[in-house]
T-cell receptor, first 113, second 113 residues
């Protein structure tokens, strides 16, 4: 069994300040983990993925995430928010074969000028 | 290369009416998923295909929902009859075997009145 919990439904930041979106997971096996972004009325787009290689994963648009097994966490960060980062972000846990993917409920990121 | 194409983008129907959604995945992607996304929630799997075979339909409400993927390419998801609670965005995604990234279409937003 697997599950994922996104700890914040909404996060508000000012443009130019750091972003932290929190995700905890539960899995009975060694998981693969993903972050997807969804802009309004658009499909989901992959930001980054962890598949048991380096624990610090770099993605697109300056985002990165760190896999911490001891804390069962996979938090998403960005040093400096941009207005275009405003969107909904989903943390996803999967088995290694990618046959079962479980999405979190999402975190809405709001960026103010 | 074209992405995942879904149609229609928007559909408004009255309850008890039928509705169908169509998905054309990325060429060569043998795995196809249908997800349902309710407002403020993450996507939830309805059915997963490997080529033309439905390998996971455990979450598909089979009394009113049906899906097919003839020839292992395009797929259709049907609801008959629709209920008020079926109002949601229906997302199609495809994946190339051996990789973890899902490519999503822009979704079909269903409103049942």
């Amino acid at each position: 069994a697997q599950s994922v919990t996104q700890l914040d439904s909404h996060v508000s930041v000012s443009e130019g300040t750091p972003v932290l979106l929190r995700c905890n997971y539960s899995s009975s096996y060694s998981p693969s983990l993903f972050w997807y972004v969804q802009h309004p009325n658009k499909g989901l787009q992959l930001l980054l993925k962890y598949t048991s290689a380096a624990t610090l994963v770099k993605g697109i648009n300056g985002f990165e995430a760190e896999f911490k097994k001891s804390e069962t966490s996979f938090h998403l960060t960005k040093p400096s928010a941009h207005m275009s980062d405003a969107a909904e972000y989903f943390c996803v846990v999967s088995d290694q074969g990618y046959s079962t993917l479980t999405f979190g409920k999402g975190t809405m990121l709001l960026v103010s000028p | 290369e074209a992405g995942v194409v879904q149609s229609p983008r928007y559909k408004i129907i009255e309850k008890k009416q039928p509705v169908a959604f169509w998905c054309n995945p990325i060429s060569g992607h043998n795995t196809l998923y249908w997800y349902r996304q309710n407002l403020g929630q993450g996507p939830e799997l309805l059915i997963r295909y490997e080529n033309e075979e439905a390998v996971d339909d455990s979450q598909l409400p089979k009394d009113r929902f049906s899906a097919e993927r003839l020839k292992g390419v395009d797929s259709t998801l049907k609801i008959q009859p629709a209920e008020l609670g079926d109002s949601a965005v229906y997302l199609c995604a495809s994946r190339l075997g051996g990789t973890g990234e899902l490519f999503f279409g822009e979704g079909s937003r269903l409103t049942v009145l």
